[in-house]
């Protein structure tokens, strides 16, 4: 029977989340726990002594005390259950489905570990799929998520899976964020992949940056983000896709966003797997978040030497950039260089060849 690991000390546990990167109040917690027989006192210690004497007699004392707390939930291949730990408690954790034939329940997996003292000062979740794979949804981990309010958390990514090896994108469906962000109060980092999602109201106060990998991005959720307020927002990156996959967005759609409403700290805008963008550059070179930006995204898309063009024509609206990404696109070795006259340190590797009838597609759609 493992020991009984509910008790807490609130004024001890409020400095540790005060000073999460600082040993000292760790160090504290664990004397007062070690005083009333409690073995994650020694883990705290045993966890900070490894980490300038890693020996085999720590590393096993380790897992002894680990098994005492009954962490770990059974079963799980490599990789479908991830924990990284920091003083006693986890830091990190990661579950997910990466077989057609696993076992792994993601969504019940991932409230037993949540439920555990040992989340008390979790700051980071990844979830890969929960469903069968190519035929999936996120929405068990999400609605434990929004149960259990893991409110310490900063980082999140849901949809962690490699696609088109273990599921095409579309087939992975995010499922409903609505609420989320009043579970998790002070999220800083919140990444998604999928095939669709329901964002409703984003109300993430604290992010700094937001990430969706899809291969058909709604007109709703478009809006969503449009209408979303991010003071602290630094870092924004949207794929499109392709219509055939759900994707409705244009130029109209994101012009919010080219204006700048509600994201006054944004530094990185990610127009990314866009059939759009490349024949509206000249809106975005008048727009008024693009001198605001340090870095610009425009990759995976169908831009061809037209669009290089006017982005020569228009130089000194891009010359200011640190980092313009055109990755996988559609330029010639001459549109290479045209771009390059106006960011010389601009990334360009990996253009395709257009296909019968200039047959331009995203790359991530399926």
Same mark, same amino acid.
């Given at each position: =029977? ?69 962490? =770990? ?16 408690? =986890? ?39 929960? #469903?069968?794979? +190519? ?6 981990? $999400? ?35 609505? +609420?989320? +962000? ?39 959720? $478009? ?18 896709? #392709? ?124």
């Amino acid at each position: =029977m493992a020991p009984t690991d509910d008790e807490s000390n609130p004024e001890l546990e409020a400095a540790i989340r005060a000073s999460p990167d600082q040993v000292k109040p760790y160090l504290v917690y664990a004397d007062w726990l070690q005083s009333r027989g409690n073995p994650r006192g020694e883990l705290i210690v045993v966890q900070h002594q490894r980490q300038t004497a890693d020996t085999p007699e720590l590393a096993s004392r380790e897992r002894d005390l680990l098994a005492k707390l009954a962490v =770990m939930p059974g079963g799980g291949a490599d990789r479908e259950i991830e924990v990284t730990w920091r003083l006693g408690f =986890m830091r990190s954790l990661r579950v997910a489905r990466d077989s057609w034939d696993s076992e792994v329940d993601v969504g019940a997996t991932l409230q037993q570990l949540l439920s555990q003292p040992s989340a008390r000062h979790l700051e980071a979740i990844t979830v890969g799929l929960c #469903d069968e794979p +190519g035929d999936g949804s996120l929405q068990a981990a $999400i609605d434990v998520l929004r149960e259990l309010a893991p409110t310490s958390v900063r980082e999140l990514f849901l949809g962690d899976f490699e696609y088109p090896d273990l599921s095409d994108i579309s087939n992975v469906q995010v499922g409903s964020l609505e +609420g989320l +962000g009043a579970a998790l109060p002070q999220l800083e980092r919140l990444r998604l992949r999928g095939g669709s999602a329901e964002l409703g109201t984003l109300n993430f106060p604290k992010l700094r940056e937001f990430v969706f990998e899809t291969g058909g991005l709604s007109a709703a959720s $478009i809006e969503s983000v449009c209408h979303a307020s991010w003071p602290l927002l630094e870092r924004l990156d949207l794929w499109f896709g #392709d219509e055939n996959y759900g994707a409705e967005g244009d130029v109209d759609a994101i012009a919010p966003l080219l204006e700048g409403r509600g994201t006054p700290a944004l530094t990185h805008l990610g127009l990314v797997n866009s059939g759009f963008i490349g024949d509206h550059l000249d809106v975005l070179a008048r727009s008024a978040v693009l001198p605001r930006l340090r870095s610009l995204d425009l990759s995976l898309g169908t831009l061809d030497d037209t669009a290089a063009q006017t982005l020569r024509r228009l130089a000194e609206r891009f010359r200011h950039l640190q980092t313009l990404d055109l990755r996988h696109n559609y330029l010639t070795e001459r549109g290479v260089w045209l771009v390059r006259q106006v960011v010389p340190h601009a990334l360009v590797d990996e253009q395709q060849e257009a296909g019968p009838g200039d047959g331009r597609y995203v790359s991530v759609g399926e």
